[in-house]
């Protein structure tokens, strides 16, 4: 049964019209991802800055530092989640729950010698209530009262992602980003910025008529 949605479509070629504009387009594709490898080799190459390893964060065992969070690994990637004090889990931040709740197969990160770890703001025994309601399992510590220190001058309250480097006991903050800079912990962009109607945001540049919510 052949129903139309009214919707806008982009215009119908034949298969080799397709193919050349799509060859077109794979060029810019190639030059995307290889100006992606040229960052991520100076991200490489990035002095880096000693953070105090002592620096108290709350688990489920109570008090830890900074360095037990790296879990005997190398490097350390912390999702710093913001959280609204006494708030349900409903009204938490919605973000920080579309881009923490991704990462869940952590395998991968470990044979790499890295470990994931979010650091809420919120109290540990509140906060971590509300990740086992979202049935997510990553190491999870309050920064409540260590967040001033770790960000060392940036905004508390805000996402961030971080990455540590330990060296012996010493430690040391090699990368941030916060913003879209954040996407990196996300794919349901990375797919939908591959499909015909994309992220569907108000912000995109696309053909009028394409489905924006």
């Known amino acids: 049964m052949n129903e139309s949605t009214n919707a806008a479509l982009p215009k119908v070629v034949d298969r080799a019209i397709w193919q050349v504009e799509l060859d077109a387009l794979r060029i810019r594709e190639k030059a995307h991802t290889r100006e992606g490898d040229a960052i991520a080799a100076a991200r490489r190459r990035l002095p880096m800055v000693e953070v105090d390893a002592t620096i108290r ?10 360095l ?35 990462v869940r197969e952590r ?11 979010t650091f809420c703001y919120g109290p540990y025994e509140q906060s971590v209530r509300y990740r086992d309601s979202m049935g997510w399992d990553v190491p999870w510590y309050s920064v409540r009262d260590s967040a ?26 090699t990368y941030w980003t916060t913003g879209r800079g954040v996407e990196a912990l996300d794919n349901n962009y990375a797919l ?7 992220r569907q945001e108000p912000w995109e540049d696309s053909p009028a008529g394409w489905p924006q919510h």
């Open 57 to 66: 964060l709350v688990g489920p065992d109570g008090p830890v530092s900074l």
């Open 68 to 102: 037990d969070a790296f879990e005997g690994r190398r490097q350390l990637i912390a999702y710093f989640h913001m959280w609204h004090d006494d708030h349900p889990a409903a009204e938490q931040c919605a973000g920080c729950a579309f881009y923490n709740g991704q």
């Open 107 to 117: 395998s991968y990160l470990h044979t790499c010698d890295a470990t994931y770890a």
């Open 148 to 173: 001033e220190a770790l960000l060392a001058g940036r905004q508390v309250g805000v996402f961030y992602l971080v990455c540590y480097l330990r060296e012996g006991d010493r430690v040391f903050e």
């Open 192 to 198: 939908l910025d591959r499909t015909v109607y994309g």
